[in-house]
């Protein structure tokens, strides 16, 4: 049986529970979730939800079993919360399980494996015991060195000192955060006479060897990733440290944020229409490179408009390559696919054969750079409670079937003639439908999109 099975009622009951003193963040720990996606979960009651609701839409999206959350809920200890779940399933075996007989802290862990049927990654042998995990010792700097031993390289030309970065950064002021996501918080400061942008990679020590060890590997990708791929609408990498327990990198910095702060931050300037479509065109041109500048594509995989970041001019920049990886392709030429070993990204950009079958093709930033299009827009949000379906994608499609367009949906916040915003957007529509195909081999491919941005601009 699936999480996805689960009743109406024994969902909210759960959730009731795991939200109770936060105990879902537990839940979401063991079971791999990254940094990123418990952050996201943290905000959920700004978007109308809990949590705990929102953990469960995505175990169940995961396809995950209800023996395997029950033993995750045994594992947190939470012994009422493994109740709830079995007694509202038709399945009662190794019900003693929950009982005094057996104490919660023992449950051996090490069986929640990674396979095909949840996306938990393994947990070391060692961590028999939950109370296993708050004791390890792992250092980043160790990490690090692992890593290089497997043979990954850094140019030595952008290695900075850490007092540099402490004294660029006002010792790593809270006045200088620009903002906080994924295994780092990123600090504004002046490095080298230039104002910079510096992401500090977080690693608490009562984190598990595998977050860690996750948060560095991703790290030393885009490290690699920024210093050898150059080009204008790719974020400029000017420096790293892999020194102190901290490891930190040096951005350029971007003046107007994120798209995502543009788009839904009401406090700030709307974008117009010929803004919009300059921000769509540079991000298309980044991605375009990154997909043919070698015989094989390099596949960002968390194309969104968090990771698109402006400069003072607006110019688009894309960032984060943490999750990135290389493609592959066919003797004809065409996109191949591979499977990937457990599913990250952000849900809501994320396409359907990625989130059911782990499938990884150049088609995947295809799919996610189509629901930026409908972001930018209708200046709706990716995913939402107040409207239904929740997910941007589904509510497009839904709402073409239903009314036969979509024109009542654009974004009356832009600020130009109704003209000239009718135009673009309808040509936003056009390609963010063929770019969110549920079929991969349907959606076009980024050069195709690129010329036609290009002639309409």
């Given at each position: 049986?699936?999480v996805?099975?689960?009743?109406?009622r024994?969902r909210?009951?759960?959730?009731?529970a795991?939200d109770?003193?936060s105990?879902?963040?537990?839940?979401?720990?063991?079971l791999?979730?990254?940094?990123q996606?418990?952050?996201?979960?943290?905000q959920?009651?700004?978007?109308?939800?809990?949590?705990?609701?929102?953990?469960?839409?995505?175990?169940?999206?995961?396809?995950?079993?209800?023996?395997?959350?029950?033993?995750?809920?045994?594992?947190a200890?939470?012994?009422?919360?493994?109740?709830?779940?079995?007694?509202?399933?038709?399945?009662?075996?190794?019900?003693?399980?929950?009982?005094?007989?057996?104490?919660?802290?023992?449950?051996?862990?090490?069986?929640i494996?990674?396979?095909?049927?949840?996306?938990?990654?393994?947990?070391?042998?060692?961590?028999?015991?939950?109370?296993?995990?708050?004791?390890?010792?792992?250092?980043?700097?160790?990490?690090?060195s692992?890593?290089?031993?497997?043979?990954?390289?850094?140019?030595?030309?952008m290695?900075?000192?850490y007092?540099?970065?402490?004294?660029?950064t006002?010792?790593?002021?809270?006045?200088?955060v620009?903002?906080?996501?994924?295994?780092g918080?990123?600090?504004?400061g002046?490095?080298?006479?230039?104002?910079?942008?510096?992401?500090?990679?977080?690693?608490?020590?009562?984190?598990?060897?595998?977050?860690?060890?996750?948060?560095?590997?991703q790290?030393?990708?885009?490290?690699?990733?920024?210093?050898?791929?150059?080009?204008?609408?790719?974020?400029?990498?000017?420096?790293?440290?892999?020194?102190e327990?901290?490891?930190?990198?040096?951005y350029?910095?971007?003046?107007?944020?994120?798209?995502?702060?543009?788009?839904?931050?009401?406090a700030?300037?709307?974008?117009?229409?010929?803004?919009?479509?300059r921000?769509?065109?540079?991000t298309?041109?980044?991605?375009?490179?990154?997909?043919?500048c070698?015989?094989?594509?390099?596949?960002?995989?968390?194309?969104?408009?968090?990771?698109?970041?402006?400069?003072?001019?607006?110019?688009?920049?894309?960032g984060?390559?943490?999750?990135c990886?290389?493609?592959?392709?066919?003797?004809?030429?065409?996109?191949?696919?591979?499977?990937?070993s457990h599913?990250?990204g952000t849900?809501?950009?994320?396409?359907?054969?990625?989130?059911?079958?782990?499938?990884?093709?150049?088609?995947?930033?295809?799919?996610?750079?189509?629901?930026?299009?409908?972001?930018?827009?209708t200046?709706?949000?990716p995913?939402?409670?107040?409207?239904?379906?929740?997910?941007?994608?589904?509510?497009?499609r839904?709402?073409?079937?239903?009314?036969?367009?979509?024109?009542?949906?654009?974004?009356?916040?832009?600020?130009?003639?109704m003209?000239t915003?009718?135009?673009?957007?309808?040509?936003?529509?056009?390609?963010a439908?063929?770019?969110?195909?549920?079929?991969?081999?349907?959606?076009?491919?980024?050069?195709?999109?690129?010329?036609?941005?290009?002639?309409?601009?």
């Amino acid at each position: 049986m699936y999480v996805y099975e689960l009743s109406f009622r024994c969902r909210e009951y759960l959730a009731t529970a795991l939200d109770l003193n936060s105990d879902w963040e537990d839940i979401a720990a063991l079971l791999g979730f990254p940094a990123q996606e418990v952050y996201f979960l943290r905000q959920a009651c700004s978007r109308g939800n809990t949590p705990a609701k929102e953990m469960l839409q995505i175990l169940a999206a995961q396809g995950i079993t209800v023996e395997v959350l029950r033993q995750v809920l045994i594992a947190a200890k939470n012994v009422r919360a493994a109740d709830i779940l079995l007694s509202h399933t038709s399945t009662r075996t190794q019900k003693s399980s929950t009982s005094a007989e057996q104490t919660p802290s023992t449950l051996d862990v090490a069986k929640i494996r990674n396979n095909d049927s949840y996306g938990a990654p393994v947990l070391e042998k060692e961590l028999t015991k939950v109370q296993c995990v708050n004791s390890l010792k792992i250092q980043p700097a160790k990490l690090v060195s692992d890593l290089l031993e497997d043979g990954i390289s850094l140019p030595e030309a952008m290695r900075a000192k850490y007092e540099e970065i402490k004294d660029a950064t006002d010792d790593f002021s809270p006045a200088n955060v620009l903002g906080q996501g994924g295994y780092g918080i990123v600090y504004k400061g002046r490095w080298k006479d230039t104002v910079v942008a510096v992401k500090r990679i977080v690693l608490q020590q009562n984190n598990r060897k595998s977050h860690m060890k996750d948060g560095v590997s991703q790290l030393v990708k885009e490290l690699q990733t920024l210093s050898l791929y150059r080009h204008d609408n790719i974020l400029c990498l000017y420096g790293y440290c892999l020194e102190e327990s901290t490891p930190c990198l040096i951005y350029q910095f971007m003046a107007n944020g994120s798209l995502e702060d543009r788009l839904h931050n009401k406090a700030l300037k709307p974008l117009s229409w010929p803004e919009r479509q300059r921000i769509i065109t540079g991000t298309c041109r980044g991605l375009n490179f990154l997909h043919t500048c070698a015989d094989q594509p390099l596949i960002h995989g968390d194309v969104k408009s968090a990771n698109i970041l402006l400069d003072h001019h607006l110019e688009p920049k894309i960032g984060d390559f943490g999750l990135c990886r290389t493609g592959g392709l066919l003797d004809t030429g065409e996109d191949s696919y591979f499977i990937a070993s457990h599913i990250n990204g952000t849900f809501a950009y994320l396409p359907p054969e990625f989130i059911t079958k782990k499938r990884v093709s150049s088609k995947l930033d295809v799919y996610s750079f189509g629901t930026v299009i409908f972001e930018v827009a209708t200046g709706q949000s990716p995913y939402s409670t107040s409207r239904t379906p929740e997910n941007l994608v589904q509510y497009m499609r839904h709402q073409r079937f239903h009314f036969g367009t979509v024109n009542h949906l654009i974004d009356v916040c832009a600020f130009d003639k109704m003209a000239t915003g009718a135009d673009i957007y309808e040509t936003f529509i056009d390609i963010a439908f063929q770019c969110t195909n549920v079929q991969p081999e349907m959606r076009p491919s980024l050069s195709e999109i690129l010329r036609r941005l290009e002639f309409k601009a």
